[in-house]
């Protein structure tokens, strides 16, 4: 049992329940895109701690998606307001 890793993919998962928990039109973009990406690159620093290759590789993926989401936030974050 990874401990390290097991951690990285629960990450994952509480980003995607904070994700159903912060949607609406009264959300606040700054608190969403700073919790996304502060808990995906915990994610991505477990996965690398983990040294296993099933784990090192599904949190990557999974974090780094949710990091690309939390970029994409900032983005349209960054349009919305000019």
């Known amino acids: 049992m990874n401990k390290s890793g097991l951690l990285s993919i629960l990450l994952f998962v509480v980003s995607v329940i904070f994700f159903f928990m912060f949607r ?13 990406g502060v808990l995906s690159i915990l994610g991505i620093i477990f996965a690398f701690l983990s040294k296993k290759l099933m784990y090192l590789l599904t949190g990557i993926i999974l974090n780094g998606a949710v990091l690309a989401f939390a970029a994409l936030l900032l983005l349209a974050w960054g349009i919305g307001e000019s």
């Open 24 to 36: 609406g039109p009264n959300a606040n973009m700054e608190l969403g895109i700073t919790v996304f």
